[in-house]
């Protein structure tokens, strides 16, 4: 029998799918065709910067920032109408798309208060029916910001569960308070913040929450003498977006499954390509070294980055760590979230200009090829006349504690899984066949190191990402009989009951020499079995975490391509004593 909840919920769900065939059919006649807007007029844009800590009588102290999130109108080309947004800054006035670059320094600490001033409503359609914040009174848009690639206290990770909403009005179940505390007691390294609520990651980053924070450690850094300074190091934050022709960003408001989620889609794909806020801009630089930052802030767009003329990548670090010794290559695949720091020698180009491209096919690795659109990302104008460099690019980085095998207090298996519909529309993820809300399976002992196979069971490539821990990827073996082997752990769910041994003896992926470093996000190619050693301490140092990592919230672990997080490809991590 039908209750009357039951009912009302069954009235609720069609009015959204009629809704969302209205806005549909409404929305495509009014998408923006991206070949209307002329690549590389707007001029790269720096993002502001926002200085971590204090200096008094020439020592660095600690500080504490406030940092809003506004509701705004942000210019992404300059023939495309300005666009609501949702941005980060010190006023809404600052504010900005991607947000400030917030610069700590090593050993300082940061605090950041971070206020939620967004409107009731939100800009783009979300999904009530999957896991997702709530707040009662249904006004505000929930928020809480996640430090990627922070080594932090559980109450300032950002829990997706620690949401609220405007003036604090409303709270998530595991808020506990406003001020969060970076201790910078890392490596130095390339991390960024965006929203983490429950739920709603994908439409909140998508509407512009994102934003750099790098760590420095000027007397380890120094020495290097790589490119430094605002004009020779800087970052690309790079995204796609589709909009209306009126300037709005356009996010289908149908699922592909209307009938069990209404608006959730597998994986949101845009055709104009963002730099910095800008829609494929230019700019000019000199014959010399740069190195840029680059981070992929995609929700589920994969980037296979090349210079049409040929320039090379010399890859400094990966993630948030130095590699221990420089890697070139002429093309670098970069996984959504997955950050590459690479320095650039103009003085090598034979052209006055080169284009960084994109010919990753999405969704990666089986999806549509790219084409004119987002084939492209942004151009650089080279000047003519040599200049004396007088940056390096030393054989040798920085050097961390090594993978030590001979220390692994455990072995985990972790499974991801796609569900389909009868129509063979993917419904749902989940890791290890558990929603989010089972109690943790994987409780670490701090300070130890463990190994962890995960099985990618589905037929796409998930950039695995996991809070507090860093991780080295020691191999990647295919599946064979690989069909026999899902059937088997679609019903027992067990990897060693399974008989994990007798499938994972394929071929071998090389794991690429950039990304052979400590790592925080790394993409699990389908059909294989990727092997990492996950470290729940530091890895530039043997003292212990400078905070308790075994309370509440604890930590978690997730798929990075947004779509897939929020639905619900995420596990909680509970670190022990
Ligand atoms: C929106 O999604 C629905 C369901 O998957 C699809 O039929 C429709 O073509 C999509 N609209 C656009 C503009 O992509
Ligand atoms: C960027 O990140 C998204 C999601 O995290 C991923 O799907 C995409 O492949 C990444 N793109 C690049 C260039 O790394
Ligand atoms: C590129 O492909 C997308 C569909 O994925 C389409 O919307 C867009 O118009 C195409 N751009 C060009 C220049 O062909
Ligand atoms: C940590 O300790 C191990 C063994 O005790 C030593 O080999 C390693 O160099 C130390 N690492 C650091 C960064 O001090
Ligand atoms: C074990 C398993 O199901 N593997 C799948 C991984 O992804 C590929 C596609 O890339 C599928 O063909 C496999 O079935
Ligand atoms: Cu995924």
């Not at 690549?39 to 971590?52: A, C, H, N, S, T």
């Not at 430090?147 to 909403?165: C, K, Q, R, V, Y």
């Not at 609520?197 to 509407?207: D, F, I, K, S």
């Not at 794909?269 to 700019?283: E, M």
């Amino acid at each position: 029998m039908f209750s009357m909840g039951r009912i009302i919920l069954l009235f609720h769900l069609l009015c959204l799918a009629l809704l969302g065939e209205i806005s549909t059919s409404w929305a495509e006649d009014r998408l923006l065709n991206p070949s209307k807007l002329e690549m590389f007029v707007d001029e790269l844009l720096d993002m502001p910067k926002i200085q971590g800590f204090d200096v008094v009588n020439t020592s660095p102290k600690a500080k504490s920032l406030t940092i809003g999130m506004f509701k705004k109108k942000w210019k992404f080309h300059r023939d495309l109408p300005s666009t609501p947004v949702f941005a980060y800054g010190d006023s809404m006035r600052t504010a900005t798309v991607p947000g400030p670059i917030i610069e700590a320094l090593h050993g300082i600490d940061t605090y950041v208060t971070w206020q939620n001033y967004l409107p009731s409503k939100h800009i783009l359609p979300w999904d009530p029916t999957i896991p997702t914040a709530k707040p009662a009174n249904k006004k505000g848009v929930p928020t809480v910001v996640h430090l990627h690639g922070g080594i932090n206290e559980p109450a300032s990770d950002g829990n997706s569960n620690s949401w609220f909403t405007a003036g604090f009005e409303e709270k998530g179940s595991t808020w506990s308070k406003r001020t969060y505390h970076y201790n910078n007691n890392q490596q130095p390294g390339n991390l960024w913040y965006h929203d983490h609520a429950m739920g709603l990651t994908r439409v909140n980053l998508l509407a512009g929450l994102i934003g750099a924070y790098v760590i420095r450690q000027p007397d380890v850094e120094g020495p290097l003498q790589l490119p430094y300074g605002d004009e020779f190091d800087r970052h690309l934050i790079v995204f796609d977006r589709s909009f209306l022709t009126d300037g709005s960003i356009y996010m289908n408001s149908t699922g592909n499954n209307p009938s069990i989620h209404p608006q959730w889609q597998p994986e949101y794909f845009g055709d104009v390509i963002i730099v910095n806020g800008k829609a494929w801009p230019k700019l000019v630089v000199r014959r010399r070294k740069y190195r840029f930052r680059i981070i992929n802030a995609s929700n589920a767009r994969f980037f296979r980055f090349f210079f049409t003329n040929g320039l090379e990548f010399i890859h400094v670090a990966s993630d948030s760590t130095y590699l221990g010794k420089p890697v070139v290559t002429d093309e670098t695949l970069l996984a959504p979230s997955e950050i590459a720091d690479v320095v650039i020698d103009f003085s090598k180009s034979k052209t006055n200009e080169a284009i960084l491209a994109n010919d990753a096919s999405y969704p990666y690795p089986s999806g549509d090829p790219v084409n004119e659109s987002n084939g492209k990302i942004m151009k650089f104008i080279i000047k003519k006349k040599p200049e004396i460099d007088t940056w390096q690019v030393p054989n040798k980085l920085i050097k961390y504690t090594s993978p030590d095998l001979s220390s692994v207090a455990q072995t985990r298996y972790i499974a991801m899984y796609e569900y389909t519909s009868d129509m063979d529309e993917p419904t749902h993820l989940y890791i290890n066949g558990k929603p989010y809300e089972a109690p943790a399976t994987e409780t670490p002992k701090a300070g130890t190191s463990e190994i962890w196979n995960v099985i990618n069971l589905t037929e796409d490539n998930h950039p695995m990402h996991i809070h507090l821990g860093l991780f080295t990827v020691l191999d990647q073996t295919e599946l064979v009989n690989e069909e026999e082997f899902k059937g088997c752990m679609s019903k027992k769910n067990d990897a060693i009951k399974c008989q994990i041994g007798k499938y994972a003896r394929g071929k071998k992926i090389k794991v690429p020499a950039h990304e052979k470093g400590w790592k925080n996000v790394y993409k699990m190619t389908p059909g294989y079995v990727t092997k990492i050693l996950v470290r729940f301490s530091y890895i530039h140092s043997n003292t212990s975490y400078s905070f308790d990592p075994t309370v509440l919230p604890g930590y978690v672990y997730h798929c990075h391509i947004l779509d897939h997080e929020d639905n619900v490809m995420m596990r909680p991590i509970k670190v022990i004593k």
